[in-house]
């Protein structure tokens, strides 16, 4: 069977194609711009640039072959809970149900939230785990979740919080210091870029209540560093290290809690090496791979396959 995928974040327009009889599963995908020295959009904006961008993600999925859906499957709102909307979402929605409709194909709505667990399943190899119980975490520029899993019949998975962030997300907090160090937005690949020439050994205790964390004090913190003369490379170490070790807290606080799950991380902070090979050192864990931790519509394409019982 043949999946279309399609999400439209606050980040990045992109479609997917997902071949279930070939396993082959094909990306395209576009960032939203971003003036210089700013950290994000507007929605309006947002939904502006990806009214402009969808025909050209589609054309790009589809250019070198005839590809026909079977299904397609769409983000529809950031998280499955009540109350969760972003207008952005809409622009991916709209297009899915035309789809649906020209092709005569069911179409499948779930949230930005499930495709980013479903793709670090997905490229980790352990979709399997859909069928069991497991913790993931969502780490991103709107949300530092860790969330308990488990299988479902009418959302494939039923996702409940065990701790979030009460002040500043992670995604966040990389931004507002990268942009503190000259990077433009996004900055987590600037970010990781100084820190790995960082010689600086950092010993950070994080503020965390119960499965909870608090990174505001990480940004004050890094604009002190800034303003006392420290090396760009220092701050850019310290910031990832306090995520680090924020999201290495709220781990063991979710094993404590609810026994030796497994582990999955996703989001696009998740694809920083330096935090992926220090949270790989302390647990037994799964990654999406870089391709498939940013915003992109791949868990959503495989999100389609599930629900339609197609693989």
Do not use: W
């Not at 589609?58 to 972003?86: C, E, K």
Request: include cysteine.
């Amino acid at each position: 069977m043949k999946l279309l995928g399609i999400d439209t974040s606050n980040y990045t327009t992109s479609a997917a194609f997902y071949d279930t009889d070939s396993g082959n599963l094909l990306m395209s995908g576009k960032l939203l711009p971003v003036k210089e020295g700013e950290l994000g959009l507007r929605q309006s904006d947002a939904v502006f640039h990806h009214t402009k961008q969808l025909p050209e993600v589609i054309a790009d999925l589809f250019s070198d072959n005839d590809m026909i859906p079977d299904a397609v499957g769409v983000s529809v709102r950031p998280r499955n809970i009540d109350g969760s909307y972003m207008p952005c979402f809409l622009c991916g929605e709209g297009l899915a149900d035309s789809v649906s409709k020209i092709c005569k194909i069911p179409v499948y709505k779930t949230s930005h939230q499930m495709g980013h667990i479903l793709a670090a399943l997905y490229s980790s190899e352990r979709l399997d785990l859909v069928k069991k119980s497991f913790i993931a975490f969502h780490v991103s520029g709107g949300t530092t979740d860790c969330l308990l899993c488990r299988p479902d019949d009418e959302d494939v998975i039923k996702i409940t919080e065990i701790g979030t962030s009460l002040d500043l997300k992670a995604g966040q907090a990389v931004d507002r210091v990268g942009s503190m160090l000259g990077a433009r937005f996004p900055c987590g690949k600037h970010l990781e870029a100084l820190a790995v020439k960082s010689k600086a050994k950092f010993h950070i205790k994080p503020v965390l209540k119960g499965g909870n964390c608090c990174i505001s004090g990480l940004e004050n913190k890094c604009r002190t560093m800034l303003d006392s003369g420290s090396a760009p490379e220092d701050i850019a170490m310290y910031c990832l290290e306090y995520i680090y070790s924020s999201v290495k807290g709220m781990t063991e606080y979710a094993l404590k809690t609810y026994g030796r799950l497994p582990v999955v991380f996703a989001g696009g902070v998740m694809s920083d090496k330096i935090i992926k090979d220090k949270l790989e050192q302390d647990f037994e864990a799964y990654f999406a791979e870089p391709s498939f931790s940013c915003d992109n519509a791949a868990g959503i394409a495989v999100f389609a396959a599930l629900k339609g019982a197609f693989i």
